[in-house]
């Protein structure tokens, strides 16, 4: 049976690689990438939607799918304020969950961060625990949700503060107990995410880093 894809969060770097890998391969007969600017699709399976993630409501007929990967996030810098941040990393993110269960989506795949945690001190990763929190209550027959650490690979835009990181942890994460934060590839982290949705399952799993590393 042909099976249909969306993704969300299909401009940024794991996002960008899960749309090209999903595309050449054939789990999925369509993917259906829904942005907020144009995405010129370099596939003939992949179709781009230009939705108004404020009134996502307005789209729910797009979430009529097999499969939701969930790929979307910002940074306090890009967002502009804390209140931007929450927006798009919890509100969006879990209408769009929302209205891909109410259209009978079977399985969920999130992206969200090594410690996320909602009782954290830490904003970022308190947002991204939240989300999870959210996410769980939902009647998804199979929830994945992957916790990567900093992403490695060529973004839109530039960020000093995480190339200077992603220069100095690998050297650094090959002392005793740092492994765990060490960086991952973004490809990687898209790779994960087209295994599990091959695989069958049901409930909630979450992959932590070191899972992330592993076929």
């Known amino acids: 049976m042909a099976r249909k894809a969306i993704i969300i969060g299909a401009t940024g770097l794991i996002g960008r690689h899960l749309t090209e890998q999903l595309a050449s391969e054939n789990t999925f007969a369509e993917i259906h990438t829904l942005t907020r600017r144009p995405l010129l699709p370099t596939n003939p399976k992949v179709h781009n939607h230009v939705v108004n993630f404020e009134q996502l409501g307005n789209f729910s007929s797009l979430f009529e799918a097999d499969t939701l990967f969930s ?19 919890v509100e969006y993110q879990y209408q769009a969950a929302t209205l891909a269960a109410q259209a009978g989506v079977r399985h969920y795949l999130l992206v969200s961060s ?3 945690n909602p009782k954290s001190f830490g904003s970022y990763l308190r947002i991204k625990g939240e989300l ?11 929830i994945c949700i992957l916790q ?29 107990g740092l492994q765990r934060f060490r960086p991952i590839a973004g490809a990687a982290v898209a790779a994960k995410m087209v295994r599990l949705s091959q695989q069958e399952g049901k409930g909630i799993e979450t992959f932590s880093l070191d899972q992330l590393f592993t076929p």
């Open 71 to 89: 790929c979307l996030g910002t940074t306090l810098k890009q967002a502009g304020s804390l209140a931007a941040q929450y927006q798009v990393d």
């Open 132 to 142: 999870e929190e959210k996410i769980k209550t939902l009647p998804f027959e199979q």
């Open 114 to 116: 090594s410690g996320a």
């Open 148 to 176: 990567p650490s900093l992403l490695l690979g060529n973004r839109n835009h530039f960020r000093p503060g995480e190339q200077l990181s992603g220069l100095l942890l690998p050297l650094l994460c090959r002392l005793p």
